[in-house]
């Protein structure tokens, strides 16, 4: 390897060298090391000069570079230099060297040229070009009528910059920078600060990498070192990932069925170690990732990979943004690579719209959070009674109101609220529909369906509800941890769907059932004060825990955690302000009912648009008896009272826990509820319990 030599060697002509940051020259690049592809070229492939020379201006047409390779006269070691080639217009081609070429002082005239090297990342080209000049501006050669294709890789190798890589192993952690990877692996250079380290870096075991820019990561996981080159200060290290597949998610025995579209949609994204734009075509989809081809040669899918912001094309016509992971590469003999795609997160209404789409394509009937002729709507709540008349006074007086709102959800789509219809010719079968109730629940609610062509359209409903929330709760954005619904305890389809699962799978921290009593408040009680020792103000966190010794040991069940009574505030866009930006009405507050300091009850003030949910469910003061025995009903009575004039409801709905309170208080009640909650974890469970019991398909 050549010295460091002063400018004064050279009084003639130019040096070609640049000064790297912190004006510290660097030591020369990449020794060249693969001398037997020189020495076998019989069997190489050829291509001509015409095809060499569009390949040099393509180069230089994309700012690329090319190698000049050279041999010291005294060392007799050979070194690749990066080179510029200029537009190249017949048999001459000039090559200046590169101005990012980060070398030591090398004299042009201590070196003998042997051929320019091309790595299009799939081969390294050798072309034996005849030396015409050689000086501090670069290399003139005359090219030669044919070169040769050596070294072909398996996968294509590609440069990157500006990936920093963190390895990590065992007590032992490194720095570098990625030079180039390729589906199979990729090439590290260690930066030299971190050059002590490495005394304990053992090659034979597996290491952690990191590949990221700045903080966001793009790559985590075990590899496996294929190689290692060069001293401490100028280490390299080519690494392979070890893991076959990767498991991003808990393993389901029931999965939403991958679909095989026509036109295929298209995968566009800005690689993020390539830096650049790359379009593959989508073999099959479903709402929880896709999968692509590639060419053995042409891969640029590394196995683990993060995409931060993927499209996903369907024909130029609708356009959905996701962030996804390659969890997969299998070879599939003739049609090439097949890797297999996670969808990490995607906006609420960008995963409606895809599940749209894929509904569609299932069945031309099924509709998914599309837009619905509202009078048809209506009509269709009337006559399968789901509106029945007790159900009917409660909204009557504020219809028009009613009106709006529901033309505002059906037709805007927000985020908030998602709709299933089964429907022909614009007349509505079924219907099922779920809203976003509290931070991290969603109430399934509005279930009715009348018979078509002796389909069950009920089933079909909430096989779509039951579709778009097996996969919809994985998604971050989607604030999914619970899903709940009331439905009447005599009602016998809403018990074999819902209560029959919660039976059978007899463990309430997956899918619990409370018993609430239902009593529209008119509001005798008004202008009441409590007796003497009692109190009503907003809870406290000892409240709050109180709470939740009574709850866990009466039930034992999800509906303090359904509820967001159990959870710290995340930050972000609360779900008071997410309606209010919508402009919608949800609000919740929690007061607390003490005797002498005492907890005697609770009651949750909830608020929401009027007939947002038709049974205001969602819109009522939801009562939490926590000490039954020593709460006479005249006291609750006032307690209540004092919290209903912020309804604009002149009865307004009230729901009691335990339901047997009322009972053993000789309050006449009107109906009772089940509040049923599913652990959205237990998803699959339920899935699978409804395929068996009530024998759905889900293919």
């Not at 990561?217 to 392979?240: H, N, P, T, W, Y």
């Not at 609610?445 to 929330?469: C, E, P, S």
Request: aromatic letters at 10%; proline letters at 5%; glycine letters at 6%.
């Amino acid at each position: 390897m050549a010295e460091n030599r002063s400018t004064d060697t050279l009084p003639q002509k130019k040096q070609f060298t640049t000064r790297a940051s912190g004006d510290q020259y660097r030591l020369p690049p990449w020794l060249f090391q693969h001398q037997e592809l020189i020495h076998d070229l019989e069997s190489a492939d050829l291509i001509d000069q015409k095809t060499l020379t569009n390949m040099l201006n393509h180069i230089h047409f994309m700012d690329g570079y090319v190698f000049a390779h050279l041999r010291h006269l005294k060392h007799k070691d050979s070194i690749l230099v990066k080179v510029r080639p200029e537009p190249c217009l017949g048999k001459d081609l000039v090559c200046r060297w590169s101005s990012d070429e980060t070398s030591s002082d090398l004299n042009p005239e201590n070196y003998q040229f042997l051929n320019i090297i091309i790595d299009d990342g799939s081969s390294m080209i050798l072309v034996p070009a005849v030396l015409q000049e050689i000086d501090g501006d670069g290399v003139t050669v005359q090219l030669p009528s044919a070169s040769y294709v050596v070294g072909q890789r398996q996968a294509r190798r590609y440069p990157c910059h500006e990936v920093v890589v963190d390895l990590i192993q065992g007590g032992f952690q490194a720095q570098g920078e990625l030079l180039d990877f390729s589906p199979l692996g990729f090439r590290i250079k260690i930066d030299p600060q971190s050059s002590d380290s490495l005394h304990w870096f053992n090659s034979d075991a597996l290491v952690t990498i990191h590949l990221r820019h700045g903080q966001k990561i793009f790559f985590s996981g075990l590899c496996r070192c294929i190689r290692e080159q060069g001293g401490l200060a100028d280490k390299e290290i080519v690494a392979a990932p070890v893991d076959e597949k990767i498991t991003r998610f808990k393993r389901k025995r029931m999965r939403n069925p991958r679909q095989h579209l026509a036109p295929s949609p298209t995968l566009i994204f800005n690689h993020p170690l390539l830096k650049k734009t790359v379009q593959l075509d989508i073999a099959d989809i479903s709402t929880s990732g896709f999968s692509v081809y590639e060419k053995p040669d042409q891969g640029v899918l590394l196995q683990g990979m993060i995409i931060p912001e993927l499209i996903i094309d369907f024909a130029g016509a609708v356009r959905m943004k996701c962030s996804a992971q390659v969890i997969y590469r299998s070879e599939k003999k003739g049609k090439g690579i097949h890797c297999g795609l996670s969808i990490l997160d995607m906006d609420i209404n960008t995963y409606s719209r895809l599940t749209h789409i894929l509904t569609s394509a299932l069945d031309p009937h099924a509709r998914f959070a599309s837009e619905i002729d509202m009078e048809a709507l209506w009509e269709f709540f009337f006559k399968t009674g789901f509106v029945y008349p007790t159900k009917y006074r409660l909204v009557q007086s504020h219809r028009e109101s009613f009106k709006k709102t529901y033309k505002k959800i059906y037709q805007e789509s927000p985020e908030i609220e998602k709709h299933f219809t089964y429907q022909k010719n614009g007349i509505i079968y079924g219907h099922i529909s779920m809203l976003r109730a509290y931070e991290r629940a969603w109430m399934i609610h509005h279930h009715a369906a009348r018979i078509m062509d002796n389909r069950r359209a009920g089933f079909t409903v909430l096989k779509q509800i039951i579709h778009y929330l097996n996969d919809m709760h994985r998604l971050p954005s989607a604030k999914m941890d619970y899903v709940m619904s009331y439905f009447r305890p005599e009602k016998n389809f809403p018990d074999r769907v819902f209560g029959s699962f919660a039976r059978a799978l007899n463990n309430p921290r997956g899918c619990s059932m409370d018993l609430f009593s239902y009593l529209p408040y008119t509001g005798l009680s008004l202008g009441m004060k409590l007796p003497e020792g009692w109190s009503l103000r907003e809870s406290s966190k000892l409240d709050l825990w109180d709470l939740k010794r009574f709850y866990s040991h009466y039930s034992g069940g999800l509906l303090l955690d359904a509820f967001g009574l159990t959870q710290e505030d995340s930050g972000g866009e609360s779900l008071e302000e997410l309606y209010s930006r919508l402009g919608f009405l949800r609000n919740r507050t929690t007061y607390s009912l003490t005797h002498k300091d005492d907890l005697n009850a609770v009651l949750i003030v909830n608020r929401s648009n009027l007939g947002i949910n038709l049974s205001e469910l969602l819109n009522c003061i939801t009562v939490l008896v926590t000490n039954p025995e020593d709460l006479p009903w005249n006291v609750l009575s006032t307690a209540i009272a004092q919290l209903t004039s912020v309804y604009n409801m002149e009865r307004v709905p009230v729901l009691f826990y335990p339901s047997n309170y009322v009972e053993a208080e000789n309050v006449p009640y009107e109906k009772q509820y089940q509040l049923w909650i599913l652990n959205v974890r237990y998803g699959n469970e339920y899935m699978e319990y409804v395929q068996k019991r009530f024998r759905i398909s889900y293919k």
